[in-house]
């Protein structure tokens, strides 16, 4: 870890309780999961993001909780790359389909020409 650390492929943010791994560790932990292993971790990591993302209140979009959704968002997408690459591996994500539809509305073309 401190190598990584130290050649900045794993960022630890202080106060967050949060690691941020570079897309090259990231690839070479998932490629040295056995199937079981993968799907396992997939799951769990799905289930702290579902646990850790802002909730939506009475079907409202997130405007005023954004500060936090935009931490998570990067996540979200990451784990969506993954389920593409892996969908073979790890069942149907339905908590993370909850997830990006609570996030997607960032991506409306409206909300960007605000």
Not at 18 to 26: D, L, P, S, Y
Not at 34 to 40: F, G, Q, V, Y
Not at 53 to 80: A, I, M, N, V
Not at 94 to 113: F, M
Request: with cysteine; aromatic share 8%.
């Amino acid at each position: 870890m401190t190598q990584l650390l130290g050649d900045s492929l794993v960022e630890r943010s202080r106060g967050k309780n949060m690691i941020m791994c570079h897309r090259m560790v990231q690839v070479a932990v998932l490629k040295s999961m056995d199937h079981a292993e993968l799907a396992s971790t997939f799951k769990r990591a799905v289930f702290l993001l579902n646990g850790s993302f802002p909730p939506q209140d009475g079907g409202l979009l997130l405007h005023k909780k954004w500060r936090q959704c935009e931490l998570f968002y990067s996540q979200t997408s990451s784990l969506l790359r993954i389920w593409k690459e892996y969908q073979l591996v790890v069942e149907a994500p339905v908590l993370l389909c909850e997830i990006v539809r609570r996030c997607s509305w960032y991506e409306d073309p409206q909300h960007q020409r605000k």
